[in-house]
């Protein structure tokens, strides 16, 4: 059984920072992809940022130069740095993981698809 879960959301003020974080636990022997995703209300969930195990990264326009996404692959952790945040950051973010290699007993085994319970993000102008 893999879960996913984020911490690090809140308020915060236009042009302030806030620092997500999210755990896989389980038994994990590795992750291929881990990364971010929001949904703001009445609109579809998007991508903010992807880091793979070797630390090769991707980013959404919107966010580029602005934030960072980071991993700690011993302790299955992948971080997401916002700084100066604006109104339109305002959303629901989730933790993604995917090509999950992990311990069903003593066989091992890979899933995808991985997604934490969201951690509520809101910028005020």
């Known amino acids: 059984q893999v879960q996913l879960v984020e911490s690090g959301g809140g308020l915060v003020q236009a042009g302030g920072s806030l620092r997500l974080s999210c755990v896989a636990s389980?038994?994990?022997?590795?992750?291929?992809?881990m990364g971010w995703y929001r949904q703001a209300p009445g609109k579809q969930r998007e991508l903010v940022a992807t880091i793979t195990s070797g630390g090769n990264t991707n980013y959404a326009n919107s966010v580029k130069g602005r934030f960072t996404i980071s991993r700690n692959n011993a302790k299955n952790t992948v971080y997401l740095q916002m700084n100066s945040l604006r109104p339109e950051d305002t959303a629901v973010y989730y933790c993604?993981?995917?090509?999950?290699?992990?311990?069903?007993?003593?066989?091992?085994?890979?899933?995808?698809?991985?997604w934490g319970q969201g951690t509520q993000v809101t910028v005020s102008s």
């Open positions: 993604n993981a995917e090509g999950v290699s992990y311990y069903s007993g003593i066989d091992l085994r890979v899933g995808y698809g991985y």
């Open positions: 389980g038994s994990i022997a590795s992750i291929s992809a």
